[in-house]
């Protein structure tokens, strides 16, 4: 038995924590937010001027009911996902997805999900440190040094220490002083984004069971993307550039009031002068791109989620990658018996290549949502027949397997390319 400490108590932090405990180790996991199963805990807002509306695919929840929590208990946390509308012209062009494996995505409420993670950790006996900051690591004593929110300092030590702790990982930071020739890059995309959130989406006329795209006339002002919660509201995330009209930075009501009528025009005029109200009102939050070279430094550290590879949200797979990240470093643990050296090593060489895939994926539907054109309707189209019609020969869609299945994302990179030059092929004959 290990003694496991884990910096960062999100969904993922929490997901590794109830794997492991369940196997028998003591786990500690130090979160700087509060316990979001108190009812006045901030963590507990649902409405997060933060969080974009997140998608949980068939790869997380595999990896979450694979750590015995209750299917019943996941559907709460959401709403099944049964395609995807793209609006056009002032409609929606409707694309219905299959099912692969048996299972629907889910339009998911996180606070939800976070509670019902911490609800089972708790049952498996995970030690929490809530509004606790992690300062400071030593890799080689493997020590974690935090405060209290009463500012007393403490020295946690253990056999392994994990950073699930996201994009700004102070774990990751303590790597990169750490160690020799740990490289690191980070980068923003031009656009950030702002989170909106209306009541009754049914009224308004959305379907509870599909994805909403939108800004695919704008020609490259705005990407936008919306669904529904469990509670029936509708959140939209609006993705624009910095500056400019409009922009992340515009504060004239009537710049934005005419923004929301071109493009949102299906919602009535109340609605639209909410979403401007929202507009002005909340903070713009920033796309990052997070890439290392390493998930881990000996049998001392380990990195998952955001902390090793964060991305902006554009094929919806952040969440889902950093759950898969825990299934796999626990089916490592198995195949190894728990031989730490072994199991990080290992866990490095696989991830790695998936992060590289998933982000450059996630780069190229960013360029495509932002700067789209009538091709990609043509493509998608054209992709889906020819699959139909030659499933022997050419690839199937990348949207179903990406959605629907846990097929690894190098492969899907490999489908999408064979798409693309199939499709180039298709229009030169």
Same mark, same amino acid.
């Given at each position: ?180 020739? $740990? ?29 909403? $795209? ?44 005419? $923004? ?115 091709? $990609? ?53």
């Amino acid at each position: 038995m290990h003694k496991i400490i884990i910096v960062g108590g999100g969904l993922a932090g929490s997901l590794t924590a109830t794997y492991l405990a369940q196997r028998g180790h003591e786990v500690h996991v130090i979160e700087k937010r509060g316990d979001p199963l108190r009812a006045e805990s901030a963590n507990a807002d649902p409405v997060n001027s933060r969080a974009i509306g997140v998608s949980m695919t068939v790869r997380g929840i595999k990896a979450v009911l694979a750590a015995g929590i209750s299917k019943e208990e996941l559907d709460r946390c959401g709403e099944p996902v049964v395609g995807m509308a793209f609006s056009v012209g002032g409609g929606h062009k409707v694309r219905e997805l299959t099912p692969l494996e048996g299972l629907f995505p889910l339009s998911l409420d996180r606070t939800a999900f976070q509670r019902l993670l911490n609800k089972y950790a708790v049952m498996h006996k995970v030690n929490y440190y809530f509004e606790h900051k992690c300062l400071d690591l030593d890799l080689d004593k493997k020590s974690v040094l935090i405060q209290g929110p009463d500012g007393a300092l403490r020295h946690l030590q253990g056999d392994l220490i994990i950073g699930a702790d996201g994009a700004h990982s102070a774990v990751r930071r303590a790597m990169q002083a750490g160690m020799r020739r $740990f490289q690191f890059e980070q980068s923003f995309f031009r656009h950030g984004y702002k989170t909106l959130v209306l009541p009754n989406a049914a009224g308004l006329g959305f379907r509870k069971d599909l994805l909403y $795209f939108f800004g695919m006339d704008s020609k490259g002002q705005f990407a936008g993307r919306a669904a529904t919660i469990p509670d029936g509201s509708i959140s939209f995330a609006l993705c624009l550039p910095y500056t400019g009209t409009p922009s992340l930075a515009t504060r004239d009501r009537a710049a934005m009031g005419e $923004f929301f009528s071109r493009y949102f025009g299906i919602l009535p005029p109340a609605s639209r002068e909410e979403l401007v109200n929202q507009f002005i009102a909340l903070p713009s939050n920033d796309l990052i791109n997070v890439r290392s070279s390493t998930f881990h430094y000996k049998s001392n550290v380990l990195l998952i989620g955001d902390a090793a590879h964060a991305t902006a949200p554009f094929l919806g797979q952040g969440m889902n990658m950093a759950l898969e990240d825990v299934y796999v470093f626990i089916t490592l643990l198995e195949k190894h018996r728990d031989d730490l050296g072994l199991v990080l090593s290992e866990f490095t060489g696989q991830r790695k290549v998936q992060a590289d895939a998933m982000q450059d994926m996630a780069i190229a539907n960013y360029e495509m949502l932002s700067n789209p054109n009538f091709i $990609f309707f043509l493509q998608t189209r054209y992709t889906r027949y020819m699959h139909k019609k030659f499933p022997s020969v050419y690839p199937p869609d990348m949207a179903e397997k990406l959605y629907f299945t846990s097929v690894p994302y190098d492969v899907l990179q490999q489908i999408q390319k064979k798409q693309n030059v199939w499709y180039k092929l298709g229009r030169v004959n």
